[in-house]
């Protein structure tokens, strides 16, 4: 089957700058919030919000980190994984941490996220953030706070997030697998 | 390529170029997670690992406990020394013993060449051989090949010399494998009692002048005098081996180019490199026994994935 586009271009960035400004509301000037992406793809989201929170906050530093996940993961003799790098060149003891990731689907990475985070200390609070929320397809109780779209998918469909930085293009594709 | 081709590591000779770039690769992860304020991960949490040493060891065994633990496996320790070893028990029979204990996997070390490839064929766990006689010593091997792409950047086309007891060591032959997959040129030098006939066979060049061999490379490994396994003489005097073939600061400041110094330790401080070129900036002695835990933890991690296959 045809991919079936379901955000890209200019929507897919009124959808990250919606997201930032719902993150202003509660953090206000990020002088004790830090972003986290997740590896592999979660990162370029991430990225994205610290610079246009950044062009925003008119150029107050937005700290944003990226975390890899696989040694946490609970499928990690179920298939074949390469780490990633993890880049996290601040502290996340007691400050307010915005965990972010593309898509959120079973809630299994979140989960190993969460764990892997905490090498790094222990943060006074934590939210997330995704793009795209899978509803109804969650093996664990995790939910986003902030969240770009939510689509009803089922479980033979493979949700796709790609990023002008690698894939050339803004857009997300739904399509079967 | 996201998996190894093998399912134990017995040796660099059962690599291909692929799998070694994969633990290099995966070590530099694990390097990074070592440094952490929290230095564990739970990737190998349902795993238990016997370490079985043999033959004596300090530096591996450490390391690869170390390792263990940073990936929060099980570990049980064993040694030759106070086991029915003694007793007359064999090798696979005690082996057996432990396995059925529910142990996944086993690092031994073990003064027979091969004891590890033998113990493959028999038992149902992951091996990982930590030093079979004069055979191999792959894990050093591939912590000397990390160490040497992290200070020089890469392996292809670095010139590298191992000097010493080339004849008894492990480390030599799993350098020589290890390096030459990965494209680097590789001599070896030292007495020639103490070269293995056959050595050019492998491709390698032997240099009996510790000079023109030092001129010629980028990175010095300097091998250990193996005196425990030397059965006859194979040099007059410890004395004039220093002198032939001893690494000191004169010989390493007069030459053309700045050269890494290694050594696998145990170092003998004055016979084949003197204190201040072991404690010298060109050395890395130290980084290679910080590289050889993430280097293990790579290595462990890549095997338990291939568990599920």
């Known amino acids: ?177 | 390529m996201s998996h190894l081709s093998v399912n134990h590591l017995l040796g660099i000779k059962q690599l291909n170029k692929n799998d070694i770039e994969l633990i290099l690769n995966t070590a530099q992860n694990f390097k990074e997670v070592i440094n952490r304020p929290i230095k564990k991960v739970p990737s190998l949490r349902d795993l238990t690992v016997a370490n079985l040493f043999f033959e004596n060891s300090t530096r591996t065994r450490l390391s690869f406990e170390l390792a263990q633990k940073r990936l929060s496996a099980d570990v049980v320790n064993f040694s030759a020394s106070n086991s029915s070893v003694k007793k007359g028990e064999t090798l696979v029979d005690t082996v057996n013993n432990i396995l059925a204990m529910k142990v996944d996997m086993v690092v031994m070390r073990h003064a027979s060449p091969g004891a590890a490839i033998f113990l493959a064929k028999r038992v149902n766990a992951k091996i990982i051989n930590a030093g079979d006689g004069a055979h191999e010593h792959p894990t050093q091997a591939l912590l000397d090949a990390f160490s040497i792409q992290e200070k020089l950047g890469s392996i292809k086309g670095k010139k590298i010399v191992i000097v010493g007891d080339i004849l008894h060591s492990r480390v030599a032959l799993s350098n020589i494998f290890c390096l030459q997959k990965l494209g680097a040129h590789v001599k070896v030098c030292g007495p020639q009692t103490l070269i293995p006939k056959f050595i050019t066979s492998l491709g390698v060049e032997v240099e009996s002048d510790l000079r023109k061999a030092l001129e010629w490379c980028d990175v010095a490994n300097m091998l250990r005098i193996q005196l425990e396994r030397q059965d006859i003489k194979y040099f007059p005097t410890l004395r004039e081996y220093t002198m032939m073939y001893g690494l000191n600061k004169e010989i390493l400041d007069s030459l053309s180019k700045k050269i890494v110094v290694m050594h696998p330790g145990p170092i003998n401080r004055g016979v084949e490199i003197t204190s201040d070129v072991a404690d010298s900036q060109q050395s890395i002695i130290l980084d290679q026994v910080e590289n050889g835990v993430a280097v293990r933890m790579a290595v462990m991690f890549l095997l338990a994935g291939r568990q599920g296959n």
């Open chain 1, 1 to 177: 089957m045809q991919a079936k586009i379901i955000l890209e271009k200019n929507k897919f960035d009124i959808t990250i700058k919606r997201l930032c400004h719902q993150l202003i509301e509660v953090h206000n000037d990020f002088s004790n919030t830090v972003i986290i992406g997740l590896q592999p793809r979660g990162i370029y989201l991430a990225r994205r919000i610290q610079k246009e929170l950044q062009s925003i906050l008119k150029n107050k530093t937005v700290h944003c980190g990226e975390l890899d996940i696989t040694f946490y993961r609970d499928d990690f003799r179920k298939k074949e994984l390469i780490p990633n790098r993890t880049n996290i060149d601040f502290i996340i003891e007691d400050k307010n941490v915005i965990l972010v990731d593309d898509v959120l689907f079973t809630g299994r990475t979140i989960r190993a996220g969460l764990d892997a985070m905490l090498a790094f200390g222990r943060p006074n609070d934590v939210e997330l953030l995704v793009l795209v929320d899978r509803r109804l397809s969650r093996h664990v109780p995790i939910q986003a706070k902030y969240i770009g779209m939510t689509i009803d998918s089922i479980t033979t469909q493979n949700v796709k997030v790609e990023w002008k930085e690698i894939d050339g293009k803004d857009k997300i594709t739904l399509k079967d697998k």
